[in-house]
């Protein structure tokens, strides 16, 4: 990525200057990670674990083996596999701790400064609609964005070239003037082989765990970190 030249900048400060279009990855970078956390470390497995008649302990192998099996796929994602997977409602567990969805810090007003300097701003998820549906209750996630992609819409993950390169078919934007943000090292690789040429990473998804170490892309907590300085502006 392109980094401001000055000695008082964040070193992790993208160049705003060539950037056009902001590409915002939904859960653990715009939404707080603690809510899909708690409901697939928790309720999911005691749900599955209760109607199978099973350990938690063993619901929760069960689950982390179907996730590497599925990991880096569409279905790692989808509402129906794990439905059917754990033969469990899932709409109606992640309905269960909806008070938990939050916007990350300075999300706001991070949107509402991208807003100003009239940037395109595209949510670009791996999160089945079922699961944005639910969360758009509770925030008005379309506002904040000029459009939502789900991958599901193109039946493909963010981890997948093919995503990227129908993204970039439907939607006006320049790979090398664009900043991807996203809490998802392997899904930032992807975007770094289709050509965006700037990507930040995450570093506390979950506002309950410690900040990540040694990521592999410039990262940030908080999105005042990574905004122009007030002399930049």
């Known amino acids: 990525m392109n980094l401001h030249s000055s000695a008082s900048a964040n070193p992790d400060r993208p160049d705003w200057k060539g950037i056009d279009t902001v590409l915002l990855d939904m859960d653990g970078t715009i939404l707080d990670l603690n809510y899909d956390n708690y409901v697939w470390n928790t309720l999911v497995p005691y749900a599955f674990a209760e109607g199978a008649n099973i350990s938690i302990e063993d619901a929760r192998d069960r689950m982390r083996s179907r996730m590497m099996e599925k990991r880096g796929s569409i279905d790692f994602y989808r509402f129906n596999h794990w ?30 400064w ?40 193109y039946n493909c993950p963010k981890e997948s070239q093919t995503f990227w390169d129908t993204l970039h078919d439907r939607y006006a934007y320049d790979p ?3 900043l ?14 289709a050509g965006i040429g700037h990507l930040l990473c995450v570093n506390r998804p979950d506002s309950n765990q410690p900040k990540r170490e040694n990521l592999r892309y ?9 905004m122009p300085l007030e002399s930049d502006r």
């Open 83 to 112: 439905s059917e997977f754990c033969n469990i409602d899932m709409i109606d567990l992640h309905e269960q701790a909806t008070h938990l969805i939050q916007l990350r810090p300075g999300t706001d007003r991070f949107i509402h």
């Open 114 to 153: 991208l807003r100003q300097q009239n940037r395109q701003i595209l949510i670009a998820t791996n999160a089945d609609r079922k699961s944005f549906d639910i969360k758009q209750t509770q925030i008005d996630l379309k506002g904040l964005a000029d459009e939502v992609i789900s991958s599901h819409d």
């Open 176 to 178: 090398a003037r664009t």
């Open 180 to 193: 991807f943000i996203d809490d998802n090292e392997p899904v930032l690789e992807a975007a770094a082989k």
């Open 218 to 226: 410039p990262s940030f907590d908080h999105f005042e970190e990574i």
